[in-house]
C-alpha cells in the first residue's frame, strides 16, 4: 500500500491537493485579501494567520508530550492538517460566503493528501483538525469580525415617505469647522457644500456657521422655518443637529463632512451624494438616541479614560495585528499619565480608568466597538475598566485584551436602558460623541427610543 502511494505520487497523481497542502496556497490567499483594500477581508487575513500562528506550534508541542508520555506517534496530531484547519476555519468564520467553498475545499484536500499519499492514520489527521479548529476559535475571539459585508442596519419603521427632490424646506447647516484642514481654510470648505447644495438640492437652505459657538443657535433657528433639518459635519454636529430636531419635531438629514462621520456611516450614508439620495426617495426610519446631563448622544458616551477613549488611533499608523495591537498601545499609552478614579455606578462604588456607554449594542468585547446591528434596540451598551492593584496600569491593558478571551475580570460589560452614575469628587470629565465637557455632579444616562426621525441609506 505504501508501495502504490509512492508510485502514485511519482506519477503526480493528485497534484491539486498536493499543491493544496503547502503554504503557498495559504500565502496566496492571504495576500489577495490584504491586496482587495477591503477592511473586513483584510481582518480575515490577520486572523486567519494568528490562527495558524497558534495551530502549528501547538500541534508540535501536543505531539512532543504524549511521545514523552509514551502515547501517539510521530505524526499525532497531523501539523498539517492543524494548520490547514485553522486558516480554513478563519475564512469560514469570517462572514464571506464566497470563500467559505475554497476554504472547505482547501481542508478537504489537505486531510486527503496526509492520509493518501503521507501515510497519517485517520485520528492523526481528525485530531489536527480539531486542533485547527480550536485555534481558529481563539482567533476570532481575539480578531471578531463584524456584521456580514452587504448587511444593513436596522432602524424603526423604514417608511418611504415621499419629499420635494429639489429640495424646497430643507434647511442646511454647515459647520465650516467641522471638515478636514485645508489651505483654503473654512470659508471655502463651507462654499464648497453650498455649491454642492445648489446642484444636489437647489430649493434647499444652505447656513454656513464661522463660529463653533454659535451652532446650537443657528440649529435651533433652522429647525423652526424647516421642514427637513440638514446638517453638514462630523459626529459632534449630528449630535447636536438631532437635540434641535427632537425639540422642534423635525426629521433630521445627516450629510457626512469631515473624519468623524460614523452615525453617518451607521446610517448608509457615507458622502454627500448618499444623503440627498436618502432624502430624495424619502428613505425615512425612527431611531434611538441616547441622553445624558440633558444632552443627547447618537454614537457613544463616557468618563474618564473609557474602553472607547481610544478609539481613534491616529489614521498614519498601521501596526501589526491591526487594530488590536493599536488598541492596547494606544491605552497604554493615554493610561500612562491618567489616574484611576472613584464612581458610584448604580448605586456601588467602584474604582475605574473609566466609563463607556453606547447607543445600542455594539458587535465586539473588544476595546474598540466595531459597529451595531441596530440602530433602535432599546439598549445602552456599557462598558466599565475597573482599576486592580498592584500594577494597575499593565492590569487594565491585560484586561481589555483578555475580554477578547472571555478571562477578564477587571473589564465589565452590561446592557441595561438607563445607568445612574455620581461621581464621589465634585467634577467627572464626560465624552459625548468625541466632544469633552466636564459635569459637576450626578447623571443619568437613558435612552428615547426611537425617538429621532431619520434619512438613511437603507429601505428600498
Known amino acids: ?45 490577520l486572523r486567519a494567520g494568528l490562527a495558524v500562528a497558534v495551530a502549528a506550534p501547538a500541534a508540535y508541542l501536543v505531539g512532543r508530550r504524549m511521545l514523552r508520555g509514551g502515547a501517539g506517534t510521530a505524526a499525532w496530531p497531523a501539523s498539517h492538517a492543524a494548520a490547514t484547519a485553522a486558516f480554513a476555519g478563519s475564512l469560514l468564520g469570517g462572514g464571506h460566503p464566497a470563500l467559505s467553498l475554497p476554504a472547505a475545499g482547501l481542508a478537504g484536500a489537505t486531510g486527503y493528501v496526509r492520509m493518501y499519499d503521507h501515510g497519517h492514520r485517520p485520528l492523526d489527521v481528525l485530531s489536527g483538525v480539531a486542533l485547527g479548529g480550536a485555534a481558529a476559535v481563539l482567533a476570532h475571539r481575539v480578531l471578531p469580525g463584524g456584521p456580514p459585508v452587504d448587511s444593513q442596519v436596522r432602524v424603526g419603521e423604514a417608511l418611504r415617505t415621499p419629499q420635494d427632490a429639489d429640495g424646497a424646506g430643507v434647511v442646511v447647516v454647515v459647520d465650516a469647522f467641522s471638515g478636514p484642514d485645508a489651505p483654503t481654510g473654512p470659508a471655502d470648505r463651507a462654499e464648497a457644500v453650498a455649491t454642492a447644495m445648489r446642484y444636489l438640492l437647489p430649493m434647499a437652505e444652505v447656513v454656513p456657521v464661522h463660529d463653533a459657538d454659535g451652532l446650537a443657535d ?36 445627516v450629510l457626512p ?35 445624558v446631563d440633558g444632552r443627547v448622544f447618537l454614537n457613544s458616551a463616557g468618563i474618564g479614560e473609557h474602553p472607547g477613549s481610544a478609539a481613534h488611533p491616529h489614521p498614519a499608523v498601521r501596526l501589526p495585528g491591526g487594530a488590536w495591537t493599536a488598541e492596547a498601545l494606544a491605552l497604554g499609552r493615554r493610561l500612562s499619565t491618567a489616574e484611576p478614579f472613584s464612581l458610584i455606578i448604580d448605586g456601588r462604588r467602584r474604582q475605574v480608568w473609566g466609563l463607556f456607554v453606547g447607543n445600542g449594542r455594539y458587535h465586539s468585547d473588544a476595546l474598540l466597538p466595531s459597529g451595531r446591528d441596530r440602530l433602535e434596540d432599546g439598549l445602552l451598551d456599557i462598558r466599565v475598566l475597573e482599576a486592580a492593584y498592584p500594577f494597575p496600569r499593565a492590569r487594565a491593558v491585560a484586561a481589555v485584551l483578555l475580554n477578547r478571551l472571555g478571562l477578564s475580570t477587571h473589564y465589565r460589560t452590561w446592557f441595561a436602558d438607563t445607568l445612574s452614575v455620581q461621581p464621589v469628587t465634585d467634577r467627572m470629565p464626560l465624552v459625548r460623541d468625541g466632544g469633552a465637557e466636564v459635569s459637576c455632579g450626578p447623571v443619568t444616562f437613558r435612552k428615547q427610543p426611537r425617538e429621532l426621525r431619520v434619512f438613511t441609506g437603507f429601505g428600498d
Do not use: C
Open 1 to 45: 500500500m505504501d508501495g502504490a502511494r509512492t508510485a502514485r505520487a511519482r506519477n503526480g497523481a493528485a497534484p491539486g491537493p498536493e499543491a493544496a497542502d503547502t503554504a503557498a496556497v495559504w500565502a496566496l490567499i492571504t495576500a489577495g485579501l490584504l491586496a482587495s483594500g477591503r477592511p473586513e477581508l483584510r481582518r480575515t487575513a
Open 257 to 291: 463632512v469631515g473624519p468623524d462621520t460614523a452615525f453617518a456611516s451607521a446610517l448608509g450614508l457615507n458622502s454627500i451624494e448618499d444623503a440627498v439620495h436618502s432624502y430624495q426617495r424619502g428613505r425615512l426610519g425612527r431611531v434611538d438616541v441616547g441622553e
Open 218 to 253: 443657528a440649529l435651533d433657528e433652522a429647525a423652526v422655518r424647516a421642514k427637513v433639518l440638514a446638517v453638514a459635519g462630523g459626529d459632534i454636529q449630528a449630535g447636536d443637529a438631532a437635540q434641535a430636531a427632537l425639540r422642534h419635531g423635525r426629521p433630521l438629514l
